[in-house]
Nanobody
Framework: QVQLVESGGGLVQTGGSLRLSCAAS????????MGWFRQAPGKEREFVGA????????YYSDSVKGRFTISRDNAKNTVFLQMNSLKPEDTAVYYC???????????????????WGQGTQVTVSS
């Protein structure tokens, strides 16, 4: 059974940083593209960023570009989301997702992902 477990969320002040982790079990993510998404209260879940299976390419939404960085450690079966210069509008539940990737590319659409974590809450106070 594939499980993705996010951790690292919490409460931080505006301008602060957090590092989220997404640890996978039941599946070797080295063959997977992975993504991060978030859902703010009252809003639909949205794309944050994605990384290809080798970790050589990343892609971000305009709202986080330049502030967030995705990385991965396939040996540890874990993907990370480093979040800097956090803003109150970054407050949301953050989810990681994974899917098998035949080609070494990233994916940005939710329906392209097969497995999802339960999410971790990030709250940025003003």
């Amino acid at each position: 059974q594939v499980q993705l477990v996010e951790s690292g969320g919490g409460l931080v002040q505006t301008g602060g940083s957090l590092r989220l982790s997404c640890a996978a079990s039941g599946r070797f993510i080295g063959v997977d593209a992975m993504g991060w998404f978030r859902q703010a209260p009252g809003k639909e879940r949205e794309f944050v960023g994605a990384i290809n299976r080798s970790g050589t390419s990343t892609y971000y939404s305009d709202s986080v570009k330049g502030r967030f960085t995705i990385s991965r450690d396939n040996a540890k079966n874990t993907v990370f989301l480093q979040m800097n210069s956090l803003k109150p509008e970054d407050t949301a539940v953050y989810y990681c997702a994974t899917r098998f990737a035949v080609d070494d590319i990233y994916y940005s659409r939710q329906n392209e992902y097969s497995y999802w974590g339960q999410g971790t809450q990030v709250t940025v106070s003003s």
